[in-house]
């Protein structure tokens, strides 16, 4: 069992920063490639980025230059630092683990329940 908690996420204006945390527990591995996800209202689930154990990093073209995806395995946590938000960043962002590295939802085996990100213009 893995568990995966994210923490972070709330109100913030146009143009600001917000940083994202995932802690991840139970039977972890430094193994893991670990990503984030994001869910806006009404629509499809999204990639934003992944970090393998070595910290190779991939970005959807989204948020490559704003956003920035980090790992410390000691700690087991993944964060997704945001920068120059959009009100288009709003959206529910779900960390996530899994065996590839991978842009690809179905490659991740664990899922946090998400934290709510809402960009005020």
């Known amino acids: 069992q893995v568990q995966l908690l994210e923490s972070g996420g709330e109100l913030v204006q146009a143009g600001g920063s917000l940083r994202l945390s995932c802690s991840a527990s139970?039977?972890?591995?430094?193994?893991?490639?670990m990503g984030w996800f994001r869910q806006a209202p009404e629509k499809e689930r999204e990639f934003v980025a992944a970090?393998?154990?070595?910290?190779?990093?991939i970005y959807s073209d989204s948020v490559k230059g704003r956003f920035t995806i980090s790992r410390d395995n000691d700690k087991n946590t993944v964060s997704l630092q945001m920068t120059s938000l959009k009100p288009e960043d709003t959206a529910v962002y779900y960390c996530?683990?899994?065996?590839?590295?991978?842009?690809?939802?179905?490659?991740?085996?664990?899922w946090g329940s998400g934290t709510q990100v809402t960009v005020s213009s």
């Open positions: 139970g039977r972890t591995s430094e193994a893991f490639v």
């Open positions: 996530a683990a899994g065996s590839d590295f991978s842009s690809q939802r179905y490659q991740y085996d664990y």
């Open positions: 970090v393998s154990r070595f910290g190779a990093t």
